[in-house]
């Protein structure tokens, strides 16, 4: 009797940990502040939490925005990235939080960061224990 209340107390203080983590990392990591200190980000793969703009099936593109709503835009057209990715854009959903894996490659002619897409998972994932 005494092993179910244990239980639901563990997994709550581990999801506790784990939001405190992850809140740690992104604490000050915006758009805008990686496209002002682009040189120290420059290619190096970062992870953010980024809400899901819009997916553009035709130019092949997929658009995430951050909290100051800065626009972030990937390139989704070559091959393999389509692939590896085809899963996960099934599932996809405007407005949904994902932990966004990007590697910077520079910044555009508007301060518009170049990147690459690496990989984007839903953030409701990261509480369910596996």
Known sequence: MLRIPACILLTCICL????????AQEEGKTLSRIA??????????????????????????I????ANNHDIVFDISDKKKRKMLRNQLLTIHEGMDYYVTFLVRGKGALDMIIADLVDFKPVIMSYIPE
């Open 36 to 61: 002002a200190d682009i040189e120290q980000y420059r290619d190096k793969e970062t992870t953010m939490k980024l809400k899901l703009k819009y997916v553009d099936a035709i130019f092949e593109k």
């Open 16 to 23: 506790l940990a784990g939001t405190f983590t992850v809140s």
């Open 63 to 66: 658009i995430f925005y951050d």
